[in-house]
């Protein structure tokens, strides 16, 4: 059994304060390229705001030449998740947007997704745990992955309090598939949108989101073969879970081998 903990402080402003809302939905583009639009700008904001944190961090004289080096990379990782947003909706763009699972290792892509969202100055006291039990290294397409915990931890990180917010994320991967979890310890989602929460133009817990983040995770996750729901059943805060097919068996499509398994503990499970 492999176990990993990563834990982070981060710090928010001093009178911060967050309220629980449900906006008002408003149309879904017509066309799959004017929502592949939609998703994919909600999705570059990130990288970028990635890059101007880690720049910002740049001008300070008395950080180290190691520290300066690790934020340089960070800045080239964040460009290349732009270089492969906007691949992505020009292949949307000609009908032929590429789903690229490889194996890769979901604790490389959940540190990077932390990363990418706990650099924000405004997120510096917010403490993020990620723990990981069993296989390391499975069958997904990690870029896409990075952008569904990146969007969980960041809904997560706009509704928890600016003082006391904690996110755990955990990952068990086994040989037929991957479970992920995101809880925090924010203010719950409302019961009147919880059947809709991953429509998108479907906002809780911030004035003035976009409503689109979990529109992409579930999108995301579904191309894997897998399932994105919010645990209704969770005591405290938001838990959101994830399945997805994690085996690689050699053929040319190891996700579509492992979809029987997934299926198979899908339907166990709500027969219990």
């Not at 604790?107 to 403490?127: G, P």
């Not at 955990?170 to 924010?186: E, K, S």
């Not at 929460?197 to 897998?226: N, R, T, W």
Request: hydrophobic content about 40%.
């Amino acid at each position: 059994m492999l176990e990993q903990a990563v834990c982070r402080e981060r710090l928010l402003p001093a009178g911060s304060s967050r309220s629980v809302q449900k906006n008002i939905p408003i149309p879904e583009p017509q066309s799959d390229v004017s929502r592949m639009v939609a998703l994919i700008c909600h999705d570059l904001r990130l990288p970028l705001t990635a890059i101007l944190a880690n720049a910002e961090f740049l001008t300070k004289s008395e950080i180290s030449e190691t520290e300066r080096s690790e934020l340089y990379q960070e800045i080239r990782w964040s460009i290349d998740r732009m270089n492969e947003l906007v691949t992505s909706l020009l292949e949307c763009s000609k009908g032929c947007d590429t789903f690229r699972p490889s194996a890769r290792s979901i604790l490389e892509t959940v540190e990077r997704a932390i990363r990418m969202i706990s650099v924000r100055k405004e997120f510096r006291h917010i403490m993020i745990k990620h723990h990981h039990e069993g296989l390391a290294v499975g069958w997904f397409d990690s870029n896409r992955l990075e952008r569904v915990v990146a969007n969980l931890v960041l809904n997560a990180c706009e509704a928890v309090s600016p003082d006391s917010g904690r996110i755990v994320i955990t990952t068990t991967g086994n040989q037929a598939c991957l479970q992920i979890g995101v809880w925090d310890n924010g203010p719950g989602v409302p019961p009147a949108i919880q059947d809709s929460v991953f429509q998108p133009f479907v906002s809780y817990g911030k004035a003035e989101g976009s409503g689109l983040g979990l529109a992409i995770a579930k999108k995301i996750v579904e191309d894997h073969g897998g399932e994105i729901y919010l645990d209704a059943g969770s005591e405290t805060g938001t838990l959101f879970k994830i399945t997805i097919p994690f085996c690689h068996s050699g053929g040319s499509n190891p996700a579509q081998v492992c979809r029987s398994d997934l299926l198979q503990a899908h339907v166990k499970k709500r027969g219990e």
